[in-house]
């Protein structure tokens, strides 16, 4: 099956500490999208990358890093700098600039 | 810069009442605009979408959305809603011209009462 996998479902970060969500897609898009969302406040765009080795920060990059160095990856680590990580994080992509997107399942982060 | 405005947060309807969820956008350019659906414990889909042409579009599930560019809205519209409409409703807007950047509404919530 064709699709977009965020992995963790449920990820719980410590004081200080760095955590990663994964997002895979094997639907062979270009484009790859992070967003936060937060009850109230819709999708906020963190980081966006239209094709591999290149990203684009978004409305809240600040304290979010990403990296794509293949086209069917795009983890997003957040980091310590992040000092109000919890929400639910949604992966997306798209084929190319003018399509419709496509959502993973999501990944819910806590602070412990 | 764009933005883009769902002034309902938070609807209750009883089956079988009409639906309209208010949509506008802030984009004097060319638009690609999108309704998209969250039910509960599912991922977010594509319920209808609007590149160009005619601006009355038709989507899953009964939905239609009409794009006046005069009003910059896209509102969302269902004659007679189900209860398994229950679900959070997204508004996004895409510059059509060589953005790949959406700009997503806060979302309406909707809770239809059986």
């Known amino acids: 099956d064709g699709g977009i996998t965020q992995s963790p479902k449920y990820l719980f970060r410590k004081e200080g500490q760095n955590v990663t969500l994964s997002c895979e897609q094997n639907?062979?898009?270009?484009?790859m999208y992070w967003y936060r969302q937060d009850p109230g406040q819709g999708l906020r765009l963190i980081y966006y990358?239209?094709?591999?080795?290149?990203?684009q920060k978004g409305d809240i990059a600040e304290g979010y890093s990403v990296s794509r160095e293949k086209k069917e990856s795009f983890p997003l680590t957040v980091t310590s700098a992040q000092k109000n990580p919890t929400a639910f994080y949604l992966c997306?992509?798209?084929?190319?600039?003018?399509?419709?997107?496509?959502f993973g399942a999501g990944t819910r982060l806590s602070v412990l | 810069a764009q933005s883009v405005s769902q002034h309902n947060h938070h609807v209750i309807l009883s089956e079988a009442a009409s639906l309209e969820l208010g949509c506008n956008y802030s984009?004097?350019?060319?638009?690609?605009l999108f309704w998209y659906v969250q039910y509960p414990g599912q991922h977010l889909q594509l319920l209808l979408k609007?590149?160009?042409?005619?601006?009355l579009v038709k989507g899953i599930k009964g939905f239609e959305a009409e794009f006046i560019k005069s009003k910059f809205s896209f509102n969302l519209r269902k004659p007679s809603v189900q209860w398994s409409d229950t679900a959070e409703y997204f508004c996004?807007?895409?510059?059509?011209?060589?953005?790949?950047?959406?700009?997503f509404g806060t979302g309406t919530r909707l809770k239809v009462l059986a």
């Open positions: 997306a992509s798209t084929l190319g600039g003018l399509n419709i997107q496509y």
């Open positions: 984009y004097g350019g060319t638009v690609n």
């Open positions: 609007y590149f160009s042409g005619d601006p």
């Open positions: 990358s239209q094709i591999v080795n290149d990203f």
């Open positions: 639907l062979n898009h270009d484009a």
């Open positions: 996004a807007v895409k510059s059509g011209s060589g953005t790949y950047k959406y700009i």
